[in-house]
């Protein structure tokens, strides 16, 4: 079972406009919707996968109504702690030109005993088989440990837990040794402490010190440059796949998404790794975080090519 869990939920309202007039009147062309927040991403990825996932977190207010109605009807799963206050609505503007004007809303606040009663739901899913997503930012006032002590309470119970955070958030939890990770190139740079870019050879280095640490599967995404992975002895980076970029944001989501649709699978590395090149790079060819169709990602599974090292 895969249950991802998401603090920090949004709609992703998309708006079209010929050219953004400040202090004037506005007329939207065109508006999308849709249900957003890194783990609800994770989610959505894996249902199109043909996988089963619980969402969970925080949803507030209409806006949080709406966000269980998308799930519903995509035959997601979810059990969401309700709070006072009204779920993020994420704009983006977006100009004839090209320009991109984004407006974020803050989100609830979310109190000590919310939490406690989040961290209550997620230890009766815990239990061996099952593994839980850690993704995405936190909301403001909530302790930069609060992934740290989730992930000790979990492996206490026998689950497993994918951690997908960056800064703070990602150095704090390391040392309760998520069993797998998958930073993006910046994120583990910024880890190392380094102020330039590092090369291939630096990011494998820095994904073999992981491992020591004790964490089993590391999976660096470099975006155009593709992916390494490092899971015990097995190490292997893949070139990405050639397609039509639309839009990068969510490809890494859709890399967590096949990463634990593997896992609940027990697809070996060879597989696991297949999937998640097809899968990430199917969703650079959709528009926003819209994840790729499972027909497109068996089609890209086909391009992959995995380079073992030292082989
Ligand atoms: N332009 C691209 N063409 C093909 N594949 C891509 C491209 N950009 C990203 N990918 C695929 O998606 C994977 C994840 O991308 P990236 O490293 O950008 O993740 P990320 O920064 O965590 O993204 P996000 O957090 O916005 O979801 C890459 O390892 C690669 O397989
Ligand atoms: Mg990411």
């Known amino acids: 079972m895969i249950v991802t869990v998401t603090m920090n939920p949004a709609i992703d309202k998309t708006v079209e406009i010929d050219r953004l007039l400040p202090g004037g009147l506005n ?11 890194k783990g609800i991403n994770v989610s959505k990825t894996i249902r199109e996968l043909g996988g089963e996932s619980i969402a969970t977190g925080f949803l507030g207010g209409n806006a949080g109504k709406t966000i269980e109605a998308v799930l519903t009807e995509k035959g997601i799963q979810h059990d969401f702690i ?6 993020r609505t994420n704009t983006k503007v977006f100009e004839e030109s090209g320009a991109v004007t984004e407006l974020n809303e803050p989100g609830p606040q979310i109190s000590e005993s919310q939490m406690e009663q989040l961290i209550e739901k997620l230890m009766g899913y815990a239990k061996e088989g099952t593994l839980f997503i850690l993704s995405g930012s936190i909301p403001s ?18 689950a497993e837990v994918l951690l ?29 402490g380094y102020d330039y ?12 010190d992981l491992k020591e640490k004790g964490i089993k599967t590391i999976a660096v995404s470099m975006g155009k440059s593709g992916a390494m992975f490092v899971h015990g002895g ?8 050639s397609v039509k970029a639309h839009s990068t944001v969510g490809a890494g989501d859709a890399m967590v998404a096949a990463l634990a649709y593997a896992w609940n699978e027990k697809l070996t590395d060879d597989e696991t790794i297949r999937l998640c090149m097809a899968t ?10 819209k994840p790729p169709t499972r027909e497109l990602v068996d089609e890209l599974m086909q391009q992959v090519i995995i380079e073992k090292i030292g082989e």
């Not at 007329?27 to 927040?37: H, L, M, Q, S, T």
């Not at 309700?82 to 779920?87: C, H, S, Y």
């Not at 097995?234 to 796949?241: G, R, V």
């Open 27 to 37: 007329r939207i062309r065109k508006v999308e919707y849709d249900a957003g927040g």
């Open 197 to 208: 870019r590092a090369s291939k050879e630096e990011l494998l280095n820095l994904a073999r």
């Open 82 to 87: 309700w709070v006072e206050g009204e779920t």
């Open 234 to 241: 097995y190490e292997a980076i893949c070139p990405s796949l």
């Open 164 to 192: 997908d955070a960056d800064g703070e958030l990602f150095r704090n939890a390391l040392s309760e040794e998520p069993d797998i990770i998958k930073p993006n190139r910046v994120e583990l740079e910024e880890y190392a």
């Open 280 to 289: 990430s790079a199917g969703a650079v060819t959709t528009i926003g975080t």
């Open 141 to 158: 006032g909530v302790d930069r440990h609060i992934y740290a002590r989730i992930i000790r309470l979990l492996h206490e119970k026998g």
